[in-house]
């Protein structure tokens, strides 16, 4: 299967920490992105990386990609409380049209 | 800011009757999803619809699943007879270039629970 991992399965920090989540996955890919998800609700889209970079930056969003190592991270600085929630990596991998969630990390941030 | 809308928010149901759960995706939108979550745990995907046909569908999409655009506004997944196990939340989601620019747009979810 495509699906990604994340890990950690959950994390909880203080407010005005950083969160750091990885997400690995198994086949070769256009791009991936990262979700969030308030409990209960919709994902929203929180930022695209293609295969041919490395990093990218929004707000006080920060993600890496591996494509030696297959792997992703996502780093939330200065966090807040608001940024409670699940947030999951997704793949399109380089065939089909469909997208791949990982299995997501629960993301506590203590006020 | 164009969303997109589902409905209903949440259907109880007898296990063996069929469901139909309703999704009108953005309007300039090329491409639609179907996702489902079983409460808690992962986002699986279930099947892609492009130019008025199905492009993928996974492993869950079986003969018990449709989908349809039957007026170029919605989009539906119905499933015929209702099993215990498809008790989850069903997320239906749209894109404007589907894989090129990656972008999904997401409903609130149609949470489904088959007694």
């Known amino acids: 299967s495509q699906q990604g991992e994340e890990d950690p399965q959950a994390l909880s920090i203080q407010e005005g920490e950083n969160a750091t989540m990885n997400c690995s996955y198994k086949t070769s890919i256009n791009n991936l992105q990262w979700y969030r998800q308030n409990s209960g609700r919709g994902l929203v889209h929180l930022i695209l990386?293609?295969?041919?970079?490395r990093e990218k930056h929004s707000g006080r969003l920060r993600v890496t990609l591996d494509t030696s190592k297959k792997s992703s991270s996502l780093l939330i600085t200065a966090s807040r409380a608001a940024d409670t929630a699940s947030y999951f990596c997704a793949t399109d991998p380089n065939t089909g049209n469909q997208f791949y969630f990982g299995t997501g990390t629960s993301l506590t941030v203590i006020p | 800011e164009p969303e997109v809308t589902q409905t209903p928010s949440h259907q109880v149901t007898q296990m063996g009757q069929e469901v139909i759960l309703r999704c009108v995706p953005i309007s300039n939108h090329l491409y639609f999803y179907w996702y489902r979550q079983i409460l808690g745990q992962k986002v699986e995907f279930l099947v892609s619809f492009y130019n008025n046909e199905i492009s993928e569908k996974s492993e869950i999409f079986d003969d018990q699943f449709s989908v349809e655009r039957p007026d170029g506004s919605n989009f539906t997944l119905k499933i015929r007879s209702t099993k215990l196990e498809d008790s989850a939340m069903y997320f239906c989601?749209?894109?404007?270039?589907?894989?090129?620019?990656?972008?999904?747009?997401f409903g609130e979810g149609s949470r489904l629970t088959v007694l």
């Open positions: 989601a749209s894109s404007k270039d589907g894989v090129t620019t990656g972008e999904l747009f």
């Open positions: 990386i293609r295969s041919n970079e």
